[in-house]
Every structure is written in structure tokens, then in C-alpha cells.
């Protein structure tokens, strides 16, 4: 096994690749119309986790799983109660842990909020995106605002901690609709907001539509004013922005999303999954049948793997601390450098602050609203 095993490992990431359908926007490792391979998948899933284990010295303590898609919400609850039975044979989950699944609106019943809350979930991520109907529709992904006040119903009163996805810039979406759906999402009763800018990943149908003009996206200073404006509107109803696209009711922070930015270890199982032990960063098999096949055959499905560089180690530290309203510290950035480079990286830093792209806290550099929204220029700037 490449993964190191002594490293400390408390937090674990699963992946449920199988989609009813597959959003225009989706670049992840996500199948839909597999469902005949779940049974398969889930039994390769559990054996990928025991090996590992089974390769621990002692038995490891967990404060966060996150399961992830794909769509968690469609896997049948007699998988998912059976995948937790070899969980908690293997491992000890901590009083605190923060149990995570990622749900689709449309995709969920009543039910199974129990059924997750038995198994130690204590956390659903809800993948809303928008409320407008239409805007899902012709991305190819269908579910209701009918489906979303559905869930919102039924679940906040099994699982309290819920947290939702929306993107902005998603094209169709007028200003006042934006705004009217954020005024009405800071009334919904969850802990936790995540609101991503729409990335247009190459070789997505969606893609294809705005290189052929079929789809004409928003213009970049709208979707910069409307952030701006959402980002005060959450304030002002108590989620407190702790990262570039996170805000949170306090003490709702997300735990599993902090492991990634502080850059601490995390084994991920299941089709295309990533870890990382402190030191080396790796990926398990895309190919369905492939990693099937390794996994019932023994082998290790690790596909990729890269022992990260000082220089790599020191662009990670810049990225996903300015990423967090905490900031990174200052001799991170320079760390390792020559004379040379550090005068320039000085001199950069001289620029973005005069420019109000930045400012320094206490030795931290920290994101200023201004640059907030051109984070990975300024980033660039920093590793230059």
C-alpha cells in the first residue's frame, strides 16, 4: 500500500460514484445509469476499506467521514447500513466526529433520514444550486424547488447540522431572482451556506455550449457585485464567511473541508478517490471495471501517485490559506525562497497591499473583499 499507514490519519473520505443523471456542469468521476454495478461497487468499497485497516497498527480514531458523489442519497440503505457495520468494526469514531453525506434534492424519502441518523450521520450537504426550475432543467439536472422544500421539511427534524451548495453565475439566473432566492435560503433552517462561483470544466456538455454560443454565461462584474451583496446578506443573518465559498452559523464550521485546507491526512476509498498521507498525494482507478476488478483481486487501485515538492508544499500553503478568512502565514510564503525570489515575492506582496488585495494580521496575510474575488491571480502573484 503506498498510503503511509503510520501517519495519523483521522479523517476518511468515500466516494459514491452512481447518478441518476449527470449534471452538464459536472466534471467529477460520477456514472449515471450504473445502478446495476452498486451492489458490485459496494462490496469492492468495503473490502478497499478493511485492507486498509487491516494494514493499520491500531485501530484508527475518526473525527470526520464524508461521503461523497456521485449521489450518496441514492445508495440503497441496505448498502449504506452495511457499509457502516464494517466502519465501525474497523475504526472508532470520536465523540465530536462529524459524519457527512452529500444529498440530491429529488433523490431522498422520508425515510431515510432515520436510516442515515442510525448510522452516525449527523451532517447532510445538499446540493441545491438554484431554485429556478428551468436554469436545472437545461443543465441537465432535475430536481424541483418543490423537491428542496421537501427535504427541507422532513430532515431538519432528524439531522439538525445541514448545510446547502449554491452556484452563482449559473446562466438564466437574473439578478432579482439571485437575490430573491438568497432571501430566502438565509430563513431556511440550516447551519451552513457553500456559494461557488460556476466553473466551466473542458470536455462538459457544458462546455460545448458556451464555445458554441448556445449558452451565454453572466457577466464577470454582475457575478462579482452579486457575491459581494450575498456575502453581506449572510452576515447579516449569522453565517460568518470562514473560506472564499463558506459560511456558517457558529461552530458549524465544516471539520472534514478544514482537514483539506490545513492540509492534513485523509484516506479516500472507492472509484477515482484522492488521498493524502502528509506527503504524497494519490488516486485510485477511474475506470469502473478496473477498479472492481484490482480491488476483488487484492490489489492495490492506486493509479496515480506524486511525492509533492518543497515548491509544491509551499504553493498549497498560499493556496488554501488565502483561501480561509484566517489567512496564511507570512513565512510560508517565503519559506525556502533565495534572497532573490524572496525581494520579488516582497515586492509582490508590497503591490497587492497597496492595491487593497490584500492585508497583513498578526504575521497572516488575508484576503481583502477586493481580493477575495481574484484569489487565484493573486495566488499566481504569490508562488511566482
Not at 467521514?65 to 457499509?83: A, E, N, Q, V, W
Amino acid at each position: 500500500m503506498l498510503y503511509n499507514t503510520q501517519t495519523q490519519t483521522k479523517s476518511l473520505y468515500i466516494h459514491w460514484p452512481f447518478c441518476p443523471y449527470r449534471c452538464h456542469f459536472c466534471p467529477f468521476v460520477a456514472l449515471a445509469k450504473h445502478e446495476q454495478f452498486m451492489n458490485r461497487y459496494q462490496q469492492a468499497l468495503v473490502k478497499e476499506i478493511a485492507m486498509y485497516s487491516d494494514a493499520c497498527d491500531i485501530k484508527q480514531v475518526l473525527d470526520t467521514l464524508y461521503i461523497g458523489g456521485g449521489t450518496p442519497s441514492t445508495c440503497p440503505d441496505d448498502l449504506l447500513l452495511d457499509t457502516f457495520d464494517r466502519l465501525n468494526n474497523k475504526f472508532i469514531f470520536s465523540d465530536s466526529a462529524e459524519v457527512t453525506i452529500e444529498v440530491n434534492p429529488g433523490t431522498v424519502r422520508k425515510e431515510q433520514f432515520e436510516v442515515w441518523k442510525s448510522c452516525g450521520i449527523n451532517r447532510m450537504s445538499v446540493g441545491v444550486q438554484s431554485l429556478k426550475d428551468s436554469v436545472l432543467h437545461n443543465l441537465n439536472r432535475h430536481q424541483t424547488k418543490k423537491d428542496v422544500d421537501f427535504l427541507l421539511t422532513y430532515a431538519p427534524q432528524v439531522i439538525e447540522n445541514i448545510s446547502v451548495d449554491f452556484i452563482i453565475g449559473l446562466p438564466g439566473v437574473t439578478n432579482d431572482e439571485w437575490k430573491r432566492a438568497i432571501q430566502e435560503v438565509v430563513t431556511w433552517p440550516i447551519k451552513h451556506i457553500s456559494m461557488y462561483f460556476l466553473m466551466v470544466h473542458e470536455d462538459t456538455p457544458l462546455y460545448f455550449r458556451v464555445k458554441t454560443n448556445k449558452i451565454s454565461l453572466p457577466k464577470d462584474d454582475t457575478i462579482v457585485d452579486l457575491y459581494h451583496w450575498t456575502r453581506a446578506i449572510f452576515d447579516k443573518h449569522g453565517f460568518k464567511q470562514y473560506e472564499v465559498s463558506n459560511f456558517a452559523k457558529p461552530g458549524y464550521e465544516s471539520k472534514h473541508n478544514t482537514v483539506y485546507w490545513e492540509r492534513k491526512p485523509y484516506k479516500a476509498f472507492g472509484l477515482g478517490a484522492c488521498s493524502f498521507d502528509g506527503n504524497m498525494r494519490l488516486q485510485n482507478e477511474k475506470n469502473l471495471l478496473k477498479y472492481l476488478e484490482g480491488v476483488e483481486q487484492d490489489a492495490d487501485v492506486t493509479s496515480f501517485n506524486e511525492t509533492l515538492t518543497e515548491k509544491q508544499v509551499r504553493l498549497e500553503k498560499v493556496m488554501l490559506g488565502l483561501r480561509r478568512i484566517t489567512g496564511v502565514k507570512r513565512n510560508d510564503v517565503i519559506h525556502g525562497l533565495s534572497k532573490h525570489d524572496i525581494e520579488q515575492i516582497t515586492q509582490h506582496m508590497s503591490w497587492l497591499k497597496d492595491n487593497n488585495y490584500i492585508y497583513e494580521d498578526n504575521g497572516y496575510l488575508k484576503l481583502t473583499p477586493t481580493g477575495l474575488v481574484v484569489e487565484n491571480d493573486i495566488v499566481a502573484r504569490l508562488s511566482s
